[in-house]
């Protein structure tokens, strides 16, 4: 049974940091791409980052580059997602995906391309 547990969340200022963890279990985590997601109240789920097994490839939503970084700890089955420079329309439940990918495959930005996912966390930013 695959299970992916999200923890980190809460409320920050604007400006401040936070760091996302998921923890995965029941999958053979070093073979899938990680990705993280998140959805604001009245929106769409919208591609964050995501972090492929195969090279460590990453890919980030535009508006947070430069602010955020995905990471992976293959030994820990455990996926990150720091933030910094945080901002109100950050706000959101953030989650994590994962996805079998093979090596020369591109990565999946949409959320109906990864079968796997958490419950997620909330995010929230206050200016």
């Known amino acids: 049974q695959v299970q992916l547990v999200e923890s980190g969340g809460g409320l920050v200022q604007a400006g401040g940091s936070l760091r996302l963890s998921c923890a995965a279990s029941?999958?053979?985590?070093?073979?899938?791409?990680m990705a993280w997601f998140r959805q604001a109240p009245g929106k769409e789920r919208e591609f964050v980052s995501a972090?492929?097994?195969?090279?460590?490839?990453?890919s980030y939503l535009d508006s947070v580059k430069g602010r955020f970084t995905i990471s992976r700890d293959n030994a820990k089955n455990t996926v990150f997602l720091h933030m910094n420079s945080l901002k109100p329309e950050d706000t959101a439940v953030y989650y994590c995906?994962?996805?079998?990918?093979?090596?020369?495959?591109?990565?999946?930005?949409?959320?109906?391309?990864?079968?796997?996912w958490g419950q997620g966390t909330q995010v929230t930013v206050s200016s």
């Open positions: 995906a994962a996805q079998f990918q093979g090596k020369m495959e591109p990565t999946r930005r949409r959320a109906p391309e990864y079968e796997y």
């Open positions: 029941g999958l053979g985590f070093s073979s899938y791409t």
């Open positions: 972090i492929t097994w195969f090279l460590g490839r990453t």
